[in-house]
């Protein structure tokens, strides 16, 4: 953890004198740990995913919903044998599945425990994350996750400077997109239509950036055979009190006209009600099953 430079922020802390960028020190640090049922159907199924939600982020953008995770790294330090009890408990709880929720920077810390336990947990794992991931960590990552549920944010890099402050969002997601796809190949569903493998891929449309939605809808149908992915669009921002833009509700036509463009098209997936807009799709993070 010397001169880290794991994520393509490569920000070069000493994470074990002091935090990264992305706010994570030494330890493996988990803001919930909990059956949830708020993601899409084919990964909360009807008995929920094995959310498991880490503290700090790589990317922290202004307008985060998990502001008090992403940002202020709100969370409780736990030990690697600690963290694979979570595992455990989970699936004991009748998880679908287990869902690491922006576990980016953490990575060298779980990857050597999930490696070790797949087999045993026999679950799928959902890597829940921002786009915004390097080939190393891809890497480090292959044989492990069955599911990738990954944003696509921007479509332009000059957006991602703005929004997220990083200078090259649009290039290191468009990348690891095609390794994602790569590495689990196209969606597969079981019987009961939970999904075993493949990409499924997330855009919150933001108000005012139409613009960039709709290009991300074109780079994805550029670089992804999109029959063989999920599209999820979303359409639930609420502006989160802290940033200063977007600092307004989306509008209808805002979200109906990325959603008739994401359906002429040809994606499949799914489309979130236009009525979604509102704080009860994020949890309390209140160290829930963190802690014994
Ligand atoms: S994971 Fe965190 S500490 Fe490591 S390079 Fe990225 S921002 Fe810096």
Redesign the pocket.
């Not at 049922?37 to 084919?42: G, L, R, S, V, Y």
């Given at each position: 953890m010397k001169a880290?430079?794991?994520?393509?922020?490569?920000?070069?802390?000493d994470?074990s004198a002091a935090?990264?960028?992305?706010?994570?020190g030494a330890e493996i640090r988990l803001a919930r740990a909990a059956l949830h049922m708020w993601e899409e159907p084919c990964i909360s199924g009807t008995r929920g995913s094995g959310a498991v939600f880490f503290s700090?982020c790589?990317l922290r953008c202004a307008y985060c919903q998990n502001y008090d995770i992403s940002h202020r790294s709100q969370g409780v330090d736990i030990s690697p044998e600690r963290f694979c009890e979570i595992l455990y408990e989970l699936k004991a709880q009748g998880a679908h599945n287990l869902n690491l929720v922006t576990a980016?920077?953490h990575l060298e810390a779980i990857v050597p425990i999930l490696r070790r336990e797949k087999d045993a947990l026999a679950l799928p794992i959902v890597y829940n994350c921002s786009g915004y991931e390097s080939e190393e960590m891809l890497r480090l990552l292959d044989g492990i996750v069955d599911v990738y549920l990954v944003d696509f944010k921007y479509a332009d890099n000059a957006l991602g400077q703005r929004l997220s402050g990083v200078p090259d969002y649009a290039d290191v997601a468009a990348a690891a997109l095609g390794a994602m796809y790569r590495a689990v190949g196209a969606c597969r569903f079981d019987s009961a239509g939970m999904m075993e493998k493949g990409v499924l891929i997330r855009h919150l449309v933001l108000p005012g950036f139409r613009k960039n939605s709709l290009a991300v809808l074109k780079t994805l149908s550029e670089i992804l055979l999109i029959e063989e992915i999920r599209l999820s669009l979303m359409s639930q921002f609420t502006p989160n009190g802290v940033a200063k833009e977007p600092g307004r509700r989306l509008t209808h036509f805002e979200y109906e006209s990325v959603a008739s463009c994401a359906e002429k098209m040809g994606f499949l997936g799914y489309f979130q009600a236009f009525s979604s807009q509102n704080a009860a799709y994020t949890p309390p993070f209140d160290g829930k099953g963190v802690t014994k």
């Amino acid at each position: 953890m010397k001169a880290c430079r794991l994520c393509p922020r490569r920000c070069g802390a000493d994470r074990s004198a002091a935090r990264g960028a992305c706010g994570a020190g030494a330890e493996i640090r988990l803001a919930r740990a909990a059956l949830h049922m708020w993601e899409e159907p084919c990964i909360s199924g009807t008995r929920g995913s094995g959310a498991v939600f880490f503290s700090g982020c790589t990317l922290r953008c202004a307008y985060c919903q998990n502001y008090d995770i992403s940002h202020r790294s709100q969370g409780v330090d736990i030990s690697p044998e600690r963290f694979c009890e979570i595992l455990y408990e989970l699936k004991a709880q009748g998880a679908h599945n287990l869902n690491l929720v922006t576990a980016d920077q953490h990575l060298e810390a779980i990857v050597p425990i999930l490696r070790r336990e797949k087999d045993a947990l026999a679950l799928p794992i959902v890597y829940n994350c921002s786009g915004y991931e390097s080939e190393e960590m891809l890497r480090l990552l292959d044989g492990i996750v069955d599911v990738y549920l990954v944003d696509f944010k921007y479509a332009d890099n000059a957006l991602g400077q703005r929004l997220s402050g990083v200078p090259d969002y649009a290039d290191v997601a468009a990348a690891a997109l095609g390794a994602m796809y790569r590495a689990v190949g196209a969606c597969r569903f079981d019987s009961a239509g939970m999904m075993e493998k493949g990409v499924l891929i997330r855009h919150l449309v933001l108000p005012g950036f139409r613009k960039n939605s709709l290009a991300v809808l074109k780079t994805l149908s550029e670089i992804l055979l999109i029959e063989e992915i999920r599209l999820s669009l979303m359409s639930q921002f609420t502006p989160n009190g802290v940033a200063k833009e977007p600092g307004r509700r989306l509008t209808h036509f805002e979200y109906e006209s990325v959603a008739s463009c994401a359906e002429k098209m040809g994606f499949l997936g799914y489309f979130q009600a236009f009525s979604s807009q509102n704080a009860a799709y994020t949890p309390p993070f209140d160290g829930k099953g963190v802690t014994k």
